[in-house]
C-alpha cells in the first residue's frame, strides 16, 4: 500500500510534470506574474460572444497549446481532467468535446487543480494511465454572473471579498520523460476531508477554506512525519489575502508555525498597485500560478520542494439562499525535483 | 500496464463491491423495483423544508446506512467519491460534510456513477486505496427547478421526455472481502470521450446521450476482444426507451447487435403503468437500479457479468440558452461474479 498516515498517498513512480501551459485574463497580465504566463488576453471576450465562451476557448486552448508543445496528439493522451466554476462545468466539457481523448469531469470549485493533479498522479503511479492532462478555468466575468451580480451594476466590493481568476492553466503528467533539464515530480498528495466551520458570509470565502487548508496542510504533514520547513514553499490556492492570515493563525494554534514558508496564489497574483481587494480567486487561481510562475521556478532550481494546496469553497447560490454555511475542502500535492 | 486497447483498464487485483444501499422516492417505489430498494420515501420532502435538502439527506442517509451494514466508521473509509446534477453538486459536497472523510467530488451529469465506480476502482486496484464509497443522487423537484420549469406550473411533458429520478444510491469498494456469499467484482473499466453528434433539444437526452453510450461499449468490446454475448446484460444509465432504441441502432449501424443483451435503467426503473414518457433519468437513476436489483441480482446469481454503462448529457441551462447542442459522455464498468 502507498498510503502514509490519515490520507495521504506517496507515489510507488515517477509520476513526472512534463510540461505547462498557462493563459492569463488582461488584469491578471499585469499582476505579479505578468512576465511568466504562455499568452496574456488583450480583453475578457478574446473574440467571443460571451464571457462563458470566452472561459471555453480559453479552457481548450491550454489544452491544445499544451499537446503541440509536448509534440503529442489528442488520441496519444490517456484522458483529459478537469474542472471549473460554471454550472455543470460546461467550460471544462464543452472544451473537452473537442479531443478525441477519454474525459474525466471533476467539481470541488477552486480547489479542483489540487484534486486532478491527485487523482492524475495516482493514475499514473497505479499503473493505468501514461499521459494525463489536468486543467482548470476561471472567469471573472462568468463567475460574477452567475454567483453574484450583473457586471453592470457596477456593485462595490466588500472588505474580504476577492477578484476571480480570468485564466486557465494546464498541465502534462506523465510516467517517463526523456528530457535533457530539470523535470519536477509529484511525489505525494494528502486528499482533504470537508471542514466547515460555519463561515456564512459569501464575501469572505478566505476565512471559509482556510480551515480545510489547515487540516489538510497538518494532516499531510502529520502523515509524512516532516516539518514545515521540509518545503521551501507551502502554497495555497486561492485564501486571499485575509484567509492566509487566518491560516496561518489557525496553524500556529494548533503548535505548528508554518508562517514563513506559507503564501497563496491568490494573495500573490495580483500586484499592490492593482486594486484587488484580498487578492484573486477561482477554479484558475491555483492552475495559472502553477503553470506559469510556480513550474518555472521549480525547472530552473528557485524552489525544489513544494506544496501546492488548492483550496476550495464548496457552496452554490441556492445552498446560501437556504441558509446553509460554506463547506470548505483543500487537496495538497507536493511537487519536488 | 493494466491498459488495453485504446482506453479500457483491467484491474490488477480484486476490486470488490461489498455491499450497496439504495433510497428511492415516492413515484420510484411504486415502479419496476419497488421490492428491491433498502428504504422507499414516503414522499418528496422526507420532513425537510426544501427539496434541496430532501436530495442531500438523501445523499448522506445512503452513505451512513451502507457504513453501518458494513459495521464500518468514517474514519474507516479511504474516501467518499461522488456527483450529483445540482449546481455546485451541493447534494454532494453538503452530504459529505457530515463525515470525517476524505472526499473527492465529481461531474459527469448522470455518467457520474460510472466516473466513480472507475476511479474508485482504480485507486484500490493501484494500491492507494482499500474503502471507497460511491454515491451519486438525483431528485424530481430539484432538477425540474434548476433544469426546466417550477413544477407550480405544471408543464407538459414532451414526447421524448424523461422524468427524473429520485433516488440515492451508494456502494462500498473494498480491496479485501471474506464475506461467505456471493460478491460482485469490478474486473475491467472503460473511460469514454465526449461525443457530440449536434443534438440540441433539451428534451431528447436519451437522442444526445445515445452516441457516446456507442462508442464507449464499442471501444470496450473492442479493447477487451470480446463478442457482446460476453456479458448476460449491457445496461445503460438513463438514455430511457427512445434513447434505447437509438443505441440498438446506432450499434447495428457500426455492425455489432447488441439488441438481445441490451437494457437502460432508466427505461426498467418506472412500470408500464407508471406515465413516465421514456422512462427515467438523473445522476440516481443507475445508482438506484445498481445498488437495488442489480446488485440483488448479481449476488444471488441472477446475472454473472454485466457492462454497467452509465450515459451522462454536459449541458447546462446556459449553454442551450447561448446555442450550444448537447455533449454526451458515458463510462463503462464491467462487473462478474
Redesign the interface.
Known sequence: ???VGK?T?KM?CDVFIANTYSIAGPTEGEGSFKDFYDLVLEDDEWGC??H??CEIKMHKEVISELLMRENLGEKDI??IMG?DL?????AT??S??E???????????CSTFG?ALS?GA??I??????KVVCATSSHYGTAERQYRYPLELGTQATPASQWTVTGAGAVMLTDKCDKDEIVPKITAVT????V?LGINDVNNMGAAMAPAACDTILTHLSDMRLAPDYYDLIITGDLGKFGRSVLTYLCQHEGVDISDRLNDCGALIYSEEQDSVQGGSGAGCSSVVFASYLFKELKNGGYKKILLVPTGA??????SL?G?TI?G?AHAVAIEI
Do not use: W
Open positions: 500500500m502507498n498510503k490520507s498517498y510507488p460572444k460571451t462563458e465562451k490517456d484522458c474542472g460554471l454550472n455543470q462545468i460546461i466539457s464543452f473537452a468535446r479531443f478525441e481523448t477519454p474525459f474525466i469531469g471533476l467539481y470541488e470549485a484534486e487523482l495516482m493514475l503511479a497505479g499503473g493505468f494511465m501514461s486528499i482533504g476531508k470537508i466547515d464548496l457552496l452554490s447560490k441556492l445552498s437556504q446553509e463547506p475542502v
